[in-house]
């Protein structure tokens, strides 16, 4: 069973006189443990999709199903404690608390939304920074580490709830190609060893080719799917 479906997905911004039509009548469908990007440029809908499969806003039309909620019939609450259940989140500029160390913005969410026992909660840290290469500097602070460092604790962040699905919105944009592929890759091994589907969205081209599967937007609208087996750098 697909993990999302998207059934004439539609998404229309209304500010006074203007309105904008910022996805129209998106279809697709997205398999459990995939490893997936959106592609396009400034303004072609990202974000806003994005938005609205981690249940941050509702579709103005359409059905969303995500994990067989339809989160286009989520309240508020409902869809907060959604969130915290399945979705894992990475942002572009990290979004790290700058007063916390590496471990302590690791285990943050856990402390948040879930019951887990301090013994369980501290080997879940550890086990997501040695896999992310970060438990060395798990004592430091964010100021103290490099860009492609933090993003890769954010990375450990977001799969500590042991999430369905991670996204992460144009999460390479503050970084050089080297590290964004660098970072993509441990994102893609995450997914390997935690079977958590990723969704990430770019308009970096670079990256775009280590996706298995690549949706372009084009103006809100779904222009090509492809899908690539093995090592897709291109
Ligand atoms: P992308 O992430 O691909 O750059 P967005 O999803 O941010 O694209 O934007 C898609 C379109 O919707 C753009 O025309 C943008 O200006 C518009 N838009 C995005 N968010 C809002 C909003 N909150 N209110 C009004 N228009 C918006
Ligand atoms: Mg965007």
């Not at 996204?167 to 994102?187: F, Q, R, S």
């Amino acid at each position: 069973m697909s993990l999302i479906t998207a059934e004439n997905v539609s998404k229309t911004y209304i500010s006074g006189e203007i309105t904008i039509d910022a996805l129209k009548g998106l279809n697709f469908t997205i398999e459990p443990a995939s490893f997936i990007s959106f592609v396009g440029p400034s303004g072609s809908g990202k974000t806003t999709l994005l938005n609205l499969i981690g249940c941050l806003d509702a579709p103005t039309s359409g059905t969303l199903k995500v994990s067989d909620a339809d989160v286009s019939l989520l309240g508020r609450k409902s869809a907060a404690d959604f969130r915290g259940k399945n979705i894992g989140f990475i942002f572009q500029d990290f979004n790290l608390l700058p007063v916390l160390t590496v471990y302590e913005n690791v285990e943050y969410p856990l402390l948040m939304v879930q019951d887990t026992p301090a013994e369980e909660r501290r080997s879940r840290v550890l086990s997501l920074l040695d896999s992310v290469g970060m438990v060395g500097q798990k004592d430091k602070y964010p100021d103290q580490i490099s860009g492609g460092q933090k993003q890769r604790v954010a990375v450990a962040r977001a799969l500590v709830t042991k999430p369905k699905l991670v996204l992460a919105d144009e999460p390479t944009a503050n970084l050089d190609h080297k590290t964004a592929y660098m970072v993509i890759n441990i994102m893609k091994k995450m997914k390997d060893e935690s079977g958590t589907t990723f969704i990430f969205s770019t308009h970096d081209q670079k990256v775009v080719g280590e996706a298995e599967t690549i949706f372009t937007l084009e103006d809100g609208e779904l222009a090509g799917k492809r899908t690539q087996g093995g090592n897709g750098h291109a």
